[in-house]
């Protein structure tokens, strides 16, 4: 055990996080408002150059923008081990995934070649450099929990989605070859590897935190994540040599993902703490949406409809891993906020009573209504989706566009709360 | 012999007193509520103290660092105890609204501190004091709120 790498303190500089997490409901509402533009994307299926795009500016933009910004966050105080150059990385991390993702998007809408070309040189650097950056500090923390090995594998997942993606480029020239073969890898190591395994590493911290539930059981934590890496890679392999099989593979990473739902709700049903707490509302949404995905994808597989493809889709990415990180954001940022004002205060040795408390870094209210915003724009673009009719899209991406807008400027209220305090006592 | 299994399970006594206490007060029930939070603040007093008086005092010695990881648990329980004083406060003032607004902010602390303790902190004292045990341990219990439970 390395202890002089350890000092539990290492809470970065706010700005680390913040500015990822204030950038990230940008992307959300841009991906509601190409959707509110071209309402007819959803009628037309999955693969076009719209869908495309917007699909990139939910997981790259939303939900990557969040997940690299808590990455930083988390590592030094739950891992135990200090980023190196905090403020630096998360500044120049920051400013090239966000043009970079804005220009590969971009190059997605308009089928540019140039612009596909110029996000993914500012994008792939920044994320490779931060894949190894986080092993480095993985592989260097005396803590042996769970996280880190969901951490490591999640990681990993990026990787591959990420060579993935580069490989089909190339490939094909850099025209986009929408259903590439390929394809189906990226979205499986995307969705199930990087946003399932980060989504299930930190459940397994936060799930009993917020709730005060009982811990996962020991021997999902040991091994869920092992699993998920394995069958990903059988799933790969077999994809690629014998396709006769493949079916097996998916269907036990289906029953892992039902397992992590299932197991999660099933913790929160025991919960010791039974306030109404708008986060908790957030995450059941969230572990009923990846239970119907689940449902719509194992339908898909009898029945030929389109369509349940792009409900599959949207449960996953809006229901499941939205809602959830939606949820997470109001509690991460106020506290973070209240932390780092209760630093400055102390080592100033001022008076901490007057600091404001959570509920009034953010108030419950408005999340409360973002929370039925996001709801409501859920259950539209479901209902959209089965309907195919262009107006009731138009209404599902208004909504969402307000859910995602409202949900940027209650940080954004966070964060005035913050500098709003500091100007009162003199210290901003 | 290990000092993480009643460290963590006097963890998880508190945790239960504290989501009883925020039920209790959001009940609106004053007296219940008073009584409610004496216990957990009592129980978390009780806690806070065992480390700070016996078990950091002992890691300190054995591993020379009072910089180190103790120095930042130690600050973090200094502000646990001003959110106990809003809360105290608040309880004295009846205003349900100020307590639950400061208990939310004292779980996510707690919590995330308990997390680093448990996963981090309490198997360094594993290692590190397994030779004091015999000593330190009766010494614990008779501190903690849950040894008996």
């Not at chain 1, 190339?170 to 390929?182: F, I, K, T």
């Not at chain 1, 890496?229 to 077999?238: I, N, Q, Y």
């Not at chain 2, 806070?48 to 180190?68: H, V």
């Not at chain 2, 981090?120 to 330190?136: R, W």
């Amino acid at each position: 055990m390395n202890y002089t790498a350890l000092s539990l303190s290492q809470t970065p500089p706010l700005s680390v996080p913040l500015r990822f997490f204030l950038t990230a409901p940008l992307f959300l509402a841009a991906a509601a408002l190409l959707l509110l533009i071209n309402a007819d994307a959803l009628t037309v299926g999955r693969w076009s150059p719209t869908m495309l795009a917007l699909t990139h500016l939910v997981t790259l933009g939303f939900l990557g923008m969040v997940m690299v910004g808590a990455i930083q966050q988390l590592l030094p105080v739950l891992i135990g081990v200090p980023l190196t150059y905090p403020r630096l990385t998360s500044t120049l991390l920051h400013l090239l995934m966000a043009a970079g993702i804005l220009l590969l998007v971009t190059g997605m809408a308009l089928t540019s070649l140039f612009l596909l070309q110029l996000g993914s040189a500012l994008l792939l650097p920044a994320l490779l450099g931060f894949i190894l950056l986080v092993w480095y500090t993985l592989w260097r923390s005396p803590s042996t929990h769970a996280t880190v090995g969901a951490m490591a594998l999640a990681l990993f997942a990026l990787l591959v989605l990420g060579g993935i993606a580069l490989w089909v480029m190339l490939q094909g020239g850099w025209h986009l070859p929408l259903a590439h073969p390929l394809t189906r890898l990226h979205i499986g190591w995307g969705g199930l590897g990087w946003i399932g395994a980060l989504l299930i590493g930190v459940s397994y911290q936060v799930v009993p935190m917020f709730q005060i539930t009982p811990e996962y059981p020991l021997r999902v934590r040991r091994w869920l994540t092992l699993l998920l890496a394995g069958v990903l890679l059988l799933w790969s392999a077999s994809a690629l040599f014998i396709p006769s099989v493949t079916w097996l593979a998916e269907f036990a990473l289906a029953g892992l993902v039902l397992l992590f739902a299932v197991q999660t709700l099933w913790l929160q049903q025991q919960r010791k703490r039974r306030l109404a707490d708008v986060t908790f509302d957030f995450w059941r949404l969230a572990m009923g949406s990846l239970i119907l995905a689940v449902v719509t994808w194992l339908l898909g597989q009898w029945f030929n409809w389109p369509q349940l493809g792009l409900v599959t889709g949207v449960l996953f990415l809006l229901g499941f891993a939205t809602s959830a990180i939606n949820g997470m954001l109001y509690k991460i940022v106020p506290f973070l906020v209240w932390l780092h004002l209760n630093n400055r205060v102390q080592s100033s040795g001022g008076w901490q009573g007057s600091i404001p408390n959570m509920k009034q870094i953010i108030p419950v209210v408005a999340t409360r209504r973002q929370y039925q915003l996001h709801s409501a724009a859920l259950l539209l673009l479901l209902l959209a989706v089965g309907v195919e009719i262009v107006p009731v899209v138009r209404i599902a991406a208004g909504l969402w566009l307000i859910s995602a807008l409202y949900l940027g400027w209650n940080l954004l209220q966070g964060m005035r709360c913050y500098q709003h305090y500091l100007r009162q006592v003199g210290q901003g | 012999m290990s000092y993480s299994n009643p460290m963590a399970n006097d963890h998880h006594h508190c945790d239960e007193l504290f989501a009883a206490a925020e039920q209790v007060v959001e009940g609106g029930e004053w007296l219940r509520a008073s009584e409610s939070h004496r216990r957990f603040i009592e129980a978390m007093r009780h806690h806070l103290e065992a480390e700070e008086q016996l078990l950091f005092p002992a890691f300190e010695a054995a591993s020379g660092m009072t910089q180190g990881p103790t120095s930042v648990m130690r600050h973090e329980h200094e502000q646990m105890r001003g959110l106990f004083a809003q809360m105290d406060q608040a309880v004295a003032a009846q205003s349900g609204d100020d307590y639950l607004g400061a208990s939310e902010t004292l779980l996510i602390l707690m919590q995330q501190h308990n997390a680093k303790e448990e996963q981090i902190l309490y198997p360094m004292l594993d290692q590190m004091l397994a030779p004091q045990a015999d000593e330190l341990l009766p010494q614990l219990a008779e501190r903690i709120d849950s040894a008996g439970v």
